[in-house]
């Protein structure tokens, strides 16, 4: 009988590459947030992937990008943390783009972590005919030596039992680090505030992702077993970007607590009261002290 193998993971590419969406589709659950918007992962968020010939700790990470604010450099600073810290890098190319200096750039960083095996995902085949699938394989092959190559689709799930199997197979020989049960190591306050962050991310314009912020003030049931009352804080940077979450008579903040709520109701298996405040701190992302209060 083959040993057992458990080790760490991690997917790195440019933002919205579908990182996020591989690491779910890896898991069999949500575990990661995703949106359009990129640099919606913020934080290295762990998913367990369990099969029987091993167990895969996949860190999902912020994409890798030349940052512009504090929060960039503190994003990049948890990419460069957690690729020091894994026994693979995943990098993640889309099919349907061409490779471009972000990938280029990415690639080059890699060199930094010699000893760390690398293997190359050409995601979303789902959007690219097999002549453009080939010939991305073909690109993604000529920029190193890679430990294995692999294409597939994490919204159909084509090819993604085979890319696990292939990286435990990568993984160091070690019993189980997590529990049978266990799918990720995010505190349930943090998985309900990227939720939120999640919904209230849907539809804004490209300037206003980076500005939101989500924290958890306070979970507590009403009677034991009974409905659970949550009040989180939405945070923005101007008072502007506050009118534009709440929407005409408060109507887009009711669409974002409706859709929030049947996300954590989904995760918790429970009755929800979801109630939402949406506050402003002032450039956030370029104040170390909000930075830390905000928890970046």
């Known amino acids: 009988m083959s040993e057992h193998r458990a080790g760490f993971v991690t997917f790195v590419g440019r933002p919205n590459v579908g990182k996020s969406t591989l690491t779910n589709a890896l898991v069999g659950e949500k575990v990661a947030i995703t949106s359009s918007k990129p640099q919606t992962t913020r934080r290295a968020i762990r998913g367990i992937v369990h099969r029987e010939s091993g167990q895969l700790i996949v860190v999902d990470t ?9 929060l960039g450099e503190r994003l990049n600073a948890v990419v460069q ?11 993640c190319v889309p099919a349907n783009e061409p490779i471009g200096p972000g990938d280029r750039f990415i690639n080059e960083q890699l060199e930094s972590f010699p000893r760390t095996r690398k293997v190359a995902i050409v995601t979303k085949t789902d959007a690219a005919g ?7 394989l073909l690109a993604v092959s000529e920029l190193r030596e890679w430990d294995l190559v692999i294409p597939l689709s994490a919204v159909t799930g084509e090819q993604v039992d085979l890319l696990a199997e292939q990286l435990i197979g990568l993984m160091p020989e070690s019993p189980a680090l997590y529990e049978h049960d266990a799918v990720t190591d995010e505190s349930e306050d943090d998985r309900v505030a990227e939720l939120i962050r999640e919904a ?6 490209d300037e206003l992702p980076h500005s939101l912020a989500v924290t958890v003030d306070e979970m507590s049931e009403r009677s034991p077993g009974g409905v659970l009352d949550i009040f989180a804080n939405v945070w923005v940077e101007r008072d502007s970007q506050k009118g534009i979450i709440i929407g005409h008579k408060g109507s887009r903040l009711t669409e974002v607590g409706t859709r929030a709520r049947l996300e954590i109701e989904q995760l918790l298996g429970r009755r929800v009261f979801l109630k ?17 209060r905000l928890g970046f």
């Open 81 to 91: 943390d957690t690729l020091g810290d894994v026994d693979v890098i995943g990098f």
């Open 130 to 136: 097999s002549t453009r699938v080939a010939e991305q």
């Open 276 to 292: 939402l405040h949406v506050k402003v701190a002032k450039e956030w992302q370029r104040d170390p002290k909000q930075l830390g």
């Open 200 to 205: 209230a991310l849907e539809g804004v314009s």
């Open 62 to 70: 912020p994409g890798m990008h030349r940052p512009r604010t504090l």
